[in-house]
């Protein structure tokens, strides 16, 4: 079946870039989503991008797609104190359900 | 808007008691999902729904058991409930075109 990995941990200094890394399984896949999930809260949806884009930008987020690699990147620029959380990754499945397949996570700690 | 609403937010259980979550949302999605997190795995899907009084089963559906009898509702039942059942449930719906799931904020159920 679909598989999207992350690597578990990350940190970085305040004002810094942060880049969390994303690869997937399913090459028929047709969207790919990056959510946010603070402290006991649920999770977020950030930003999304189509297959058959390379880059997507809002504002201090960028995404990058390399289909042939199946990988997918997050980069936050200017990393604040706020944006310390878990950073999922998703893939949407091929077929009428839209389902979504999920990473386990990365874990984002921003230091002073 | 609510959004996505769960009720209850917290819930303790003894092995073996039953009971229900609920998943209401008020934007008029055709999906709605159930999830499971557990530490350092994800989310995983239980079962979903594509439309009032359809269900499906997801990757994880055993000891659970969902309807779907109103649009805006989704329920999730537990008839048994087991130690291992012990997680944070989440509930997410879609209409986008785009697939992005918008999420409730979650049930922290603890079984002992």
């Known amino acids: 079946g679909e598989d999207v990995e992350q690597s578990l941990f990350l940190s970085v200094r305040e004002g810094d870039s942060s880049v969390i890394n994303c690869t997937y399984t399913d090459s028929s896949s047709t969207y790919l989503y990056w959510y946010k999930q603070e402290p006991g809260a649920g999770l977020q949806l950030l930003t999304y991008i189509f297959s058959n884009m390379d880059m997507k930008q809002d504002q201090r987020l960028t995404v990058l797609l390399n289909k042939k690699d199946k990988h997918l990147s997050l980069r936050i620029a200017d990393t604040q104190t706020g944006d310390s959380a878990i950073y999922f990754c998703a893939e949407r499945e091929s077929g009428s359900a839209r389902q979504l397949t999920f990473g386990s996570g990365t874990q984002l700690t921003v230091l002073p | 808007n609510a959004g996505v609403t769960q009720t209850p937010k917290f819930r303790v259980l003894k092995t073996g008691q039953s009971m229900t979550l609920l998943c209401a949302q008020d934007?008029?999605?055709?999906?709605m999902y159930w999830y499971r997190q557990d530490p350092g795995m994800g989310l995983r899907l239980i079962h979903y729904?594509?439309?009032?009084?359809?269900?499906a089963k997801g990757e994880v559906p055993d000891g659970y058991n969902v309807s779907r009898l109103k649009k805006q509702n989704f329920l999730l039942g537990l008839e048994s409930a087991a130690p291992s059942q012990t997680s944070v449930y989440f509930c997410?719906?879609?209409?986008?075109?785009?697939?992005?799931?918008?999420f409730g904020p979650g049930t922290r159920l603890t079984v002992t």
């Open positions: 934007m008029n999605h055709e999906y």
């Open positions: 997410a719906s879609t209409a986008g075109r785009f697939g992005e799931q918008y």
């Open positions: 729904s594509v439309g009032e009084g359809t269900t």
